[in-house]
């Protein structure tokens, strides 16, 4: 970032946060991600941070700022997916990069791992994403040396350093865990069986073929209690199906992640209460565990009663802005559009535990807010203004510093010399 960044950047944190101790948005239209659904024409009073009411002509207290919305679409902020956001800034430079653990000794599962203790409120990602309506994210621990990857939890992208709400621990099943498990499906459930055995001191710790240690049996243990979300990335139905068995076998919290096939599925998993996070861009069988790939994935989802999140493969952290594609993907292949949103605000907040303060246009939210130019789940929208705990957040970034830069023609000299 230029100085004259920086200092803009400055002044309008400086104002934001004036502005931030009591306001009103006026005149806007509210897609609340509650049952109250959208209310137009409606006001937003925020102070201190938090949102005070919502509601048609809020009276205004005196001294009060007020915002004239003119109108436009105003949401929570978005959810980014379960990202390695802060965890990764280049992820082809390995120094960069803290999601997993690989240790010397093999290892199928490290649960006690918890990617968020390298989580960097600086990285240039988080400026990247907010800019365009991300505001909360779920990190995750990624599956480098182990099926049972270790823990993760969700971060606000207003530069706090800590996550908030409770840990999730993370699993992934299928062929995207086979060289680590043994070259087998059936030998992932195998190898969780005696994970549980141990967790449980069915197994003594000084058993030499023990798959925890110490710290992972103990924290294994907090989740076969029922303290804390254990999301699976897997995607086959056969795969799902086993996955809902064993879980209600051992009374666990779980999510799906991905579940490319879950579609087949949609009634069982309604009963068992399971959230679904979705990429409802993957469409094509890319491989044996996603032949049933469909659009419809989503939609078919709800018409059986699940509740339907969103998350992205691939490159997702420097990419999270797409998020708003898929639930527009989604809405446009059958999922009613306030459950589309719902699947990038309320739905993530409470699967994850923090639904008390995020995810939501509701008295006592922090207010975590998102004003649109035009449908927040069309791609030619953008945000126009980001509120973050209250506080205005300047719409730059490294991307948009790298443009400015390089978009100011020079009489005299190419455009990468114009500075």
């Known amino acids: 970032m230029t100085a004259k960044g920086m200092a803009i950047g400055a002044l309008l944190l400086l104002a934001g946060n004036a502005f931030a101790e009591d306001f ?29 009411a919502v509601g048609a002509n809020l009276a205004a207290a005196g001294g009060a700022n007020v915002f004239d919305a003119g109108g436009k679409s105003l949401t929570p902020a978005l959810f980014g997916g379960i990202t390695e956001i802060g965890l990764e800034e280049v992820s082809g430079e390995a120094s960069t990069v803290d999601s997993s653990v690989t240790l010397k000794d093999a290892q199928p599962a490290r649960p006690e791992f918890d990617a968020t203790l390298a989580y960097n409120p600086d990285s240039v990602l988080l400026p990247v994403a907010r800019i365009e309506g991300i505001g909360f994210t779920l990190v995750g621990a990624n599956n480098g040396g182990a099926f049972v990857a270790g823990q993760g939890g969700v971060v606000r992208l207003d530069g706090s350093a800590d996550p908030i709400g409770p840990r999730a621990l993370f699993v992934t099943l299928g062929d995207d865990a086979a060289e680590l ?95 679904v996070f979705v990429d409802a861009l993957a469409d094509l069988p890319a491989d044996f565990d996603r032949i049933g790939a469909t659009l419809e994935n989503a939609a078919r989802l709800h018409a059986a009663g699940v509740v339907v999140g969103f998350t992205q493969a691939g490159d997702n952290s420097h990419n999270a802005r797409k998020i ?55 791609v030619s929208s953008v945000a126009e203004k980001v509120w973050l705990g209250g506080k205005a957040i300047p719409m730059r970034s490294r ?21």
């Open 181 to 275: 498990s043994g070259k087998s499906r059936a030998a992932q459930w195998m190898l969780l069986e005696q994970m549980v055995d141990e967790a449980r001191g069915r197994i003594p710790a000084t058993s030499p073929h023990a798959l925890l240690t110490p710290a992972g049996r103990a924290t294994l243990a907090k989740y076969l209690a029922g303290n804390g979300r254990i999301v699976f990335s897997v995607n086959r139905a056969a795969d799902i199906r086993q996955l809902l068995r064993w879980a209600n076998k051992q009374k666990l919290r779980i999510a799906i992640a991905g579940g490319t096939e879950a579609w087949k599925l949609g009634d069982e998993l309604a009963r068992a209460q399971v959230p």
């Open 399 to 419: 991307q948009t510093e790298l443009r400015d830069r390089y978009l100011q023609g020079s009489p005299s000299f190419p455009r990468a010399y114009s500075k």
């Open 324 to 378: 708003r594609q898929l639930a527009g993907n989604a809405v446009a292949n059958g999922l009613p559009w306030e459950d589309g949103l719902a699947g990038l605000t309320r739905v993530p907040a409470q699967a994850f535990g923090v639904g008390d303060r995020v995810g939501a246009i509701a008295p006592g939210k922090l207010a975590d807010l998102v004003l649109w130019s035009g449908d927040p789940l069309d």
């Open 24 to 52: 009103y948005i006026r005149n806007a239209t509210v897609h609340t991600a509650t049952a109250q659904g959208t209310l137009r024409n409606a006001d937003v009073h925020v102070r201190d941070g938090r949102i005070v």
